[in-house]
């Protein structure tokens, strides 16, 4: 499977992680300012992140994804031969354009972060509706593309649009770290 490929699973991963974000009228959905934040490895410890404490976490295979209300985080590593591009960026953002609800394309940039330069991607897209108020919430989308050593860090925030998350998602980005 080629990088773009795996990007784009990753996107619709992160979007079916978004099942969390689904939540009760009136919340504004921003996470809390005093939230403490406590550091995830995975198994194969590749790398680390920080992620709020308490969220619920879920594994399948190389993603986790951690949820809490209206926001998910989810973290997926894979394998790729070159850091990706603006291009490709601009790339999975059409791959997402056909089949996402409430789709709207966002700015496709590079960043510095502590842990080193990221793709970053962004977008706003449906999460699916609240299994008990059939609510739709409308997320505003960040995924962040890390790369070192042939391996991609795709690290996807998502929380209800206009939201004021600055900066959690910024200390989750910044907290990015590669293990040697």
């Known amino acids: 499977m080629g990088s773009a490929s795996l990007r784009a699973v990753?996107?619709?991963?992160a979007l079916l992680g978004l099942a969390g974000c689904g939540g009760a009228g009136g919340d504004t959905?921003?996470?809390p300012g005093?939230?403490?934040f406590v550091e995830?490895?995975?198994?194969?410890?590749e790398y680390a992140i920080k992620v709020p404490e308490g969220w619920t976490r879920t594994?399948?295979?190389?993603?986790?994804?951690?949820?809490?209300r209206l926001n998910t985080i989810t973290v997926t590593l894979a394998s790729s031969a070159a850091a990706p591009t603006t291009a490709d960026g601009t790339a999975e953002l059409d791959?997402?354009?056909g089949g996402t609800p409430g789709f709207a394309a966002g700015p496709v940039s590079t960043v510095q972060r502590r842990g080193g330069t990221a793709l970053l991607v962004t977008y706003r897209a449906?999460?699916?509706a609240d299994p008990v108020?059939?609510?739709?919430?409308?997320?505003d989308v960040e995924r962040y593309e890390f790369w070192y050593d042939r391996q991609l860090l795709i690290v996807t925030l998502a929380g209800p649009y206009g939201s004021d998350n600055v900066d959690p998602w910024r200390t989750v980005t910044d907290s990015v770290r590669w293990l040697d």
């Open 10 to 13: 990753a996107g619709i991963a």
């Open 29 to 31: 959905g921003g996470i």
């Open 34 to 36: 005093n939230k403490g």
């Open 40 to 45: 995830y490895r995975p198994a194969g410890e």
């Open 59 to 68: 594994e399948i295979g190389d993603t986790a994804t951690f949820t809490d």
């Open 95 to 97: 791959a997402l354009a």
């Open 126 to 128: 449906d999460a699916p």
């Open 133 to 139: 108020t059939g609510r739709i919430v409308n997320d």
